[in-house]
């Protein structure tokens, strides 16, 4: 068995790079993503949906968690307002 180059090295390190998952990556639609959504519907499950999105390990990008903590956060704002 030949042993790798430093070229193929190179290769199938770019190879397993671009065949790697990016975190960043827009993909709403995931059956975590979803459940996470219909927790945010729900109040009493919406300490779940936060936790989901800021658990180790979640498939939330930081965008995706700040912009879905905010939106928590409004339609918290807006019952307290309807309940004043």
Same mark, same amino acid.
């Given at each position: 068995?030949?042993?790798?180059?430093?070229?193929? +090295?190179?290769? %199938?390190?770019? #190879?397993?790079?671009?065949?790697?998952?990016? /975190?960043?990556? *827009?993909?709403?639609?995931?059956?975590?993503?979803?459940?996470?959504?219909?927790?945010?519907?729900?109040?009493?499950?919406?300490?779940? +949906?936060?936790? %989901?999105?800021? #658990?180790?390990?979640?498939?939330?990008?930081? /965008?995706?968690? *700040?912009?879905?903590?905010?939106?928590?956060?409004?339609?918290?704002?807006?019952?307290?307002?309807?309940?004043?």
């Amino acid at each position: 068995m030949k042993k790798e180059t430093e070229t193929q +090295a190179h290769i %199938r390190q770019l #190879r397993q790079q671009i065949n790697s998952q990016n /975190r960043d990556e *827009a993909r709403p639609f995931t059956a975590y993503k979803i459940i996470t959504y219909v927790c945010t519907l729900f109040f009493p499950l919406v300490p779940l +949906a936060l936790y %989901r999105l800021w #658990r180790p390990g979640t498939e939330f990008s930081r /965008r995706e968690q *700040a912009v879905w903590t905010a939106v928590i956060l409004f339609i918290a704002a807006y019952a307290i307002y309807l309940a004043l």
